[in-house]
């Protein structure tokens, strides 16, 4: 196994199925990236434990990680294992009185519940070796156009954010019936939603 960390976490608009790509890489190689596609909502869930920020809500993968660190002796390490047909596999190594119990996931939940952790995130080194790509050039060459891991981080972030602000106040609207709130609200979310295809 090789221990990795998140390098960067880009969205792809232009891709046949648009959405975020996080890029692992080892420490102290930074000539090959280990590409792996996420979802929105995960790709928020890895910025918001990258920039160590809590909402005033718990959000599942919070959630998680208190119920992994409450009933069971804490998560030792997450391993992306394997890769079938295209499709990463991998497993959170739990501690427990027997030693260690090994948990499916997908590699994006594993990741964020790392991160809330601050656990090792390894890679076996066959995946490692089959799906990484060549990075051009080294990151201290890399165009200064391209957005710096912060700032990708920060975006991500504030967008997950706003969207729990707005999330919060569309169900505040419907719980006191105030429904024209409610659809200004909507429209709101939507218009999020088409801003983060666009961007």
């Given at each position: 196994m090789i221990e990795v960390i998140v390098k960067n976490i880009?969205?792809?608009?232009?891709?046949?199925?648009?959405?975020?790509?996080?890029?692992?890489?080892?420490?102290?190689?930074?000539e090959r990236s280990l590409p792996i596609v996420v979802g929105q909502f995960e790709a928020q869930a890895i910025a918001l434990a990258l920039e160590q920020i809590n909402l005033d809500r718990p959000m599942t993968h919070d959630l998680l990680s208190q119920v992994i660190t409450n009933m069971t002796e804490g998560l030792d390490s997450v391993v992306i294992q394997k890769l079938k047909e295209g499709t990463f596999y991998a497993e959170l190594n739990v501690k427990n009185e027997e030693g260690i119990e090994k948990i499916d996931a997908r590699p994006s939940d594993a990741i964020a519940l790392a991160l809330r952790a601050r656990v090792p995130i390894k890679v076996s080194r066959e995946v490692f070796e089959e799906a990484s790509i060549s990075m051009p050039v080294a990151s201290e060459q890399m165009d200064k156009s391209e957005p710096t891991l912060a700032e990708n981080v920060s975006e991500i972030t504030h967008r997950a954010e706003l969207r729990f602000d707005l999330e919060r106040d569309l169900r505040e609207a419907i719980l006191s019936e105030d429904y024209e709130k409610a659809a200004l609200i909507r429209d709101k979310l939507n218009a999020l939603s088409l801003s983060e295809m666009r961007s």
């Amino acid at each position: 196994m090789i221990e990795v960390i998140v390098k960067n976490i880009l969205f792809f608009a232009q891709a046949a199925a648009p959405g975020y790509t996080l890029f692992l890489q080892t420490r102290d190689d930074d000539e090959r990236s280990l590409p792996i596609v996420v979802g929105q909502f995960e790709a928020q869930a890895i910025a918001l434990a990258l920039e160590q920020i809590n909402l005033d809500r718990p959000m599942t993968h919070d959630l998680l990680s208190q119920v992994i660190t409450n009933m069971t002796e804490g998560l030792d390490s997450v391993v992306i294992q394997k890769l079938k047909e295209g499709t990463f596999y991998a497993e959170l190594n739990v501690k427990n009185e027997e030693g260690i119990e090994k948990i499916d996931a997908r590699p994006s939940d594993a990741i964020a519940l790392a991160l809330r952790a601050r656990v090792p995130i390894k890679v076996s080194r066959e995946v490692f070796e089959e799906a990484s790509i060549s990075m051009p050039v080294a990151s201290e060459q890399m165009d200064k156009s391209e957005p710096t891991l912060a700032e990708n981080v920060s975006e991500i972030t504030h967008r997950a954010e706003l969207r729990f602000d707005l999330e919060r106040d569309l169900r505040e609207a419907i719980l006191s019936e105030d429904y024209e709130k409610a659809a200004l609200i909507r429209d709101k979310l939507n218009a999020l939603s088409l801003s983060e295809m666009r961007s």
